[in-house]
């Protein structure tokens, strides 16, 4: 992508990450993939919460 326009891509990965984080959400493992490019993913946690007979 840079090769077409250097104004592409994610220049800082750890900002983006930071603030992922910041907003609660998990940073997973980075999925490489072709041509040089990578996947982020972020996800957030799903709340838990205790089922009440009767509801």
């Given at each position: 992508?840079?090769?077409?326009?250097?104004?592409?891509?994610?220049?800082?990965?750890?900002?983006?990450?930071?603030?992922?984080?910041?907003?609660?959400?998990?940073?997973?493992?980075?999925?490489?993939?072709?041509?040089?490019?990578?996947?982020?993913?972020?996800?957030?946690p799903?709340?838990?919460?205790?089922?009440?007979?009767?509801?």
């Open positions: 992508m840079r090769k077409r326009n250097p104004d592409w891509g994610l220049r800082d990965r750890e900002a983006v990450d930071a603030a992922a984080s910041a907003q609660g959400f998990v940073v997973e493992p980075v999925h490489d993939m072709p041509a040089g490019n990578r996947l982020l993913v972020y996800r957030r799903m709340k838990h919460t205790a089922l009440t007979p009767g509801t």
